[in-house]
């Protein structure tokens, strides 16, 4: 309401002030302002021959004369509504006691001047009857206000496919068919060019907006991809870059002809145009449009390159395939001599065409269609006992019924005029033939029409194309799954398939000799289980060659689940039952006291391994419960193919591109991180334990320094294939090779360290005494022990060589202070009697001293360090004199 107060108070500002509008009075003069000439006056005023004192109906005209924007036909336009309301106030046989007269306006195609001059000439005598409206955006202004006085508004340029929205524009029509009216020719020309992806670039008006919505929806329902981009107030650049990086070939413009420069300059930069691009514009604009360069970088020449071979459609202006007298009573080729002759008249003999030219049949037959619907109104009116002059703008209920009958005598106007068949829809809409051009050689060539109604295309010419067919809509991709090269393949499944078997000849052996001492101080359950993971192993290597085209997309995600079972399971085995023997090996290396009373038994192994594989099965249960793995490509960046001769596709060369893709198997991360930490954490405590024990060489595990030195392997080549395999994941052959190449180096390196060794001692002793028998190999292999082993005897026997002299030296000191308290006796007896006596005891007790002497031995358990004789051992007395 707030506007509408705004506009009413501008509207009278222009009444009141009456500067640049008057209408054309009855007597042919017209009010004018001194300061600005209306262009208006340069066409004169209508003649109306001899109904001078017949009544007049006014109609208001809007033509969009001058103006900086949107459609200015108005100076095209004019004349030719001048000659329509000239030719239906000379027939007598219309509008019986009426003649039209004419108040025009320049409404300069803007919104806002358009709407004070609509309340200038609701609030200001004469009173209209009806509106003339030009460009799409005035019409819409006065027909959304219009309705409000029951004003019919009939437009001859408007081409806005919104105003064709009866609750929005109850009263309004138009002969000027809708842009909509181009988008089933587009599309006919798409299927018959067997094009199916097309791109629209669109100025942002509404008018082109509701043309690109409606043929999307078109080009969908006909199953055509499309893609829209919008101009922006920045330029084209950006969307004309949007085209060329979806490249899209089949380009359909929607904008004015002096954005269509700035489009199509920005468009030859970019390299849209020649063999492999099309383009369709409007056709409206003129015949050399693309010549009207001046505000733009790229010059007339540039300009004939990008729009050779574009298409145009329009609706039939002129109707040149009929050649019969229209409703007023001329033929198309006579009313356009007789309309070339009042522009000659205007602008002078060597006159431009002026902007709405082709628009002017439009705007001659839109008088002619006013004329009839008033005439049929009035025929309607008189047989209700009404009459036209009671119309009035929203008064009475009388209006409101003269407006309806208006309406519906609209609706059923049916002529031939010199544009074609004029007949509207329920919408008010133009039905009409649409027309075909191309731009051959710098002139519009005319290919055909495209009847709308019966959906039947003519084409009297064949387009012209510069590789003498249509391009293609795209570029060809060729989707090209990229799989492991059949070299690569042949060679690592042949490698693992020498492991398989050699593998399989190590069970062989490892069971043959089972019973012979050294196969058994060597584990040899652990040996088995190993190699049964080596086989698996090595298995997987076949089973990462496979991909989709193979075996089938369908079983692409079964193989997926069956690689993570086979690799994460036969790791599990090969690598566990390693760790189970420098595990022990570890124990016995600590507790060998304990480890020596203790025999390692096969349940520990197979528990050890059992647990690997729990955890395993554990892991893989959960992850293909809660995040099954599925098949997922991925597109890797175009190139051009070495043999594009070999594509069987009906296309030029440098249409074809091939796409490679990927595939691989694909599931939430955090699974990868599970397995993964679980197998590092496995792999790190594997090499801690083959550190501690580099230097074991056990007795009952006689490879466990062998074991440990896999072990090294394993990690090192794991460690470096996890982060190098994640980097070339894009190279497939090279990632199979590098993956292959970690498993068969880890399996064959491993079964080497382990196994060869034996086979080597088994076979050099097989020359001289050898035979399969237990004692021979029990002779031949030596037992061994641990360093430390022989390290801890060294000091024990080290040790006890020390006490023993410690107790020798007490021993020494107790004979010396024997010996002084024999001297004393000796000392204190007198005579030689007495001194002989003693001697002779002394002699007698001496051995007993010596005898207690020897017998004495070193008790380390007891206080005093001595051990009675009885309690001593043999092997004691024996270590002991090796030592003293």
């Known amino acids: 309401m707030f506007i509408r107060v705004l506009i009413t108070f501008s509207a009278l500002s222009v009444f009141f002030n009456d500067l640049v509008y008057c209408h054309v009075p009855a007597q042919g003069s017209r009010q004018q302002n001194e300061l600005e000439p209306s262009p208006s006056n340069v066409y004169g005023p209508v003649e109306r021959g001899p109904r001078k004192p017949l009544k007049k109906l006014f109609i208001g005209g809007f033509f969009p004369l001058t103006g900086s924007g949107g459609w200015l036909g108005g100076p095209g336009c004019l004349p030719a509504v001048r000659m329509a309301f000239d030719d239906v106030n000379k027939n007598r046989t219309i509008l019986p006691g009426y003649f039209l007269e004419l108040t025009q306006n320049d409404s300069k195609c803007d919104s806002g001047l358009a709407s004070a001059v609509f309340y200038d000439m609701v609030y200001k005598p004469p009173k209209k009857i009806l509106l003339l409206g030009g460009c799409s955006i005035v019409c819409s202004t006065l027909a959304e206000t219009a309705k409000l006085y029951n004003l019919i508004v009939f437009g001859y340029g408007s081409s806005s496919p919104a105003l064709s929205n009866r609750s929005r524009f109850p009263t309004f029509f138009r002969t000027h068919p809708s842009a909509t009216i181009h988008n089933p020719t587009r599309v006919k020309l798409f299927q018959k060019f ?26 969908k329902k006909a199953g055509i991809e499309v893609q829209r981009v919008l101009l922006t107030s920045s330029g084209p650049t950006d969307a004309v870059k949007t085209l060329a990086r979806q490249d899209i070939r089949i380009i359909v413009g929607l904008f004015y002809a002096s954005i269509a420069v700035e489009v ?26 693309y010549t009207g360069v001046s505000d733009t970088d790229c010059t007339v020449e540039q300009m004939l390159q990008v729009t050779q071979g574009h298409f145009t459609t329009e609706p039939l202006w002129l109707n040149h395939q009929i050649d019969q007298e229209t409703v007023a009573s001329t033929t198309p080729a006579k009313w356009l001599e007789r309309y070339e002759k009042e522009l ?45 002059d009671e119309f009035e703008y929203n008064k009475n209920n009388n209006s409101k019924h003269i407006s309806s009958i208006l309406r519906d005598s609209l609706k059923s106007v049916s002529f031939y005029g010199v544009s074609g068949l004029v007949k509207f829809t329920d919408e008010g809409d133009r039905i009409t033939l649409t ?83 050294y196969i058994q101080m060597s584990q040899p359950l652990s040996n088995y289980i190993m190699l049964v993971g080596c086989i698996g192993c090595l298995s997987c290597i076949s089973l990462f060659g496979l991909d989709s085209q193979k075996i089938g997309q369908d079983y692409f995600t079964k193989l997926c689940h069956i690689r993570a079972i086979v690799l994460s399971l036969s790791f ?23 480890s020596n009373r203790n025999k390692i038994e096969n349940a520990q192994i197979i528990l050890t391994i059992s647990l690997f594989c729990l ?114 994941v894009n190279h497939v052959d090279a990632h199979f090779a590098f993956i292959a190449s970690t498993i068969i180096s880890c399996c064959f390196i491993s079964m080497g360290l382990i196994f060869v060794p034996k086979i080597v001692e088994l076979f050099r002793k097989r020359g001289s005494h050898f035979s399969f028998g237990d004692s021979c190999m029990n002779g031949t292999f030596h037992e061994t022990m641990t360093i430390q082993e022989q390290e801890e005897r060294l000091r024990k026997l080290t040790q006890e060589n020390e006490e023993l002299q410690a107790k020798i030296a007490e021993k020494e000191s107790q ?37 207690v002497t020897s017998n004495i031995h070193i008790d380390p358990a007891s206080d005093s360090g001595y051990m009675s004789a009885r309690n001593s051992k043999p092997s004691d007395f024996e270590t002991s004199e090796s030592y003293l």
């Open 815 to 851: 004979i010396d202070e024997v010996r002084k308290q024999m001297e004393e006796i000796i000392k204190k007896k007198e005579g030689d009697s007495n001194s002989k006596q003693t001697r002779k005891a002394v002699r007698i007790q001496e051995p007993e001293d010596q005898k």
């Open 344 to 388: 000659e008249k205007i602008f002078g003999e060597n006159y431009t065409k002026p902007d709405g030219y082709l628009e002017a049949p439009l705007a001659y037959d839109a008088v002619w269609a006013v004329a009839m619907g008033l005439h049929n109104t009035m025929a309607v009116l008189r047989k209700e006992g009404l009459s036209i």
């Open 194 to 219: 067997n094009w199916t992806r097309i791109g629209i670039i669109m100025q942002n008006e509404e008018v082109f907006e509701t043309t690109a919505i409606d043929l999307e929806e078109q080009c």
């Open 435 to 517: 027309q075909i051009e191309q731009l051959v050689d710098n002139k519009y060539r005319k290919l055909g029409y495209h009847d709308i109604i019966n959906d039947n295309l003519t084409l009297e010419l064949a387009p012209k194309w510069l590789t003498g067919r249509p391009p293609s809509d795209r570029t060809i991709i060729r989707t090209q799954l990229k799989v492991v090269a059949l070299p690569y393949l042949t060679i690592l499944n042949a490698i693992s398939l020498i492991g398989i078997l050699f593998t399989i000849g190590l069970i062989y052996f490892n069971f043959k000799f089972r019973k012979f001492r």
């Open 264 to 289: 199509l300059c920005e468009a030859y930069k970019q390299q849209l145009y020649g063999k492999q691009h099309v383009w369709f514009l409007i056709g409206w604009y003129d015949d050399n449009w």
């Open 615 to 728: 955890i395993d099965v554990i892991i893989l249960s959960l992850w293909f419960w809660k995040s099954p793995m599925k098949r997922l490509t991925e597109k890797l960046e175009q190139i051009k193919p070495e043999n594009p001769n070999e594509s069987k596709i009906d296309t030029h060369n440098h249409d074809i591109m091939d796409e490679p893709t990927l595939e691989r198997c694909d599931t939430d991360l955090i699974w990868y991180v599970v397995i993964f930490c679980y197998k590092g954490l496995l792999l790190l405590f594997g090499l801690f334990l083959s550190y501690e024990t580099r230097s074991v060489k056990l007795r009952r595990l006689n490879d466990s320094r062998l074991v440990g030195m896999s072990i090294y392997n394993v990690v090192i080549l794991c460690m470096i294939t996890g982060p190098v395999s994640l980097v070339i």
């Open 572 to 594: 599990s085995l090969a690598f566990g039952a390693m760790f189970a023997k420098v595990w022990f090996a570890y124990q016995v290396s600590t507790q060998m006291e304990q």
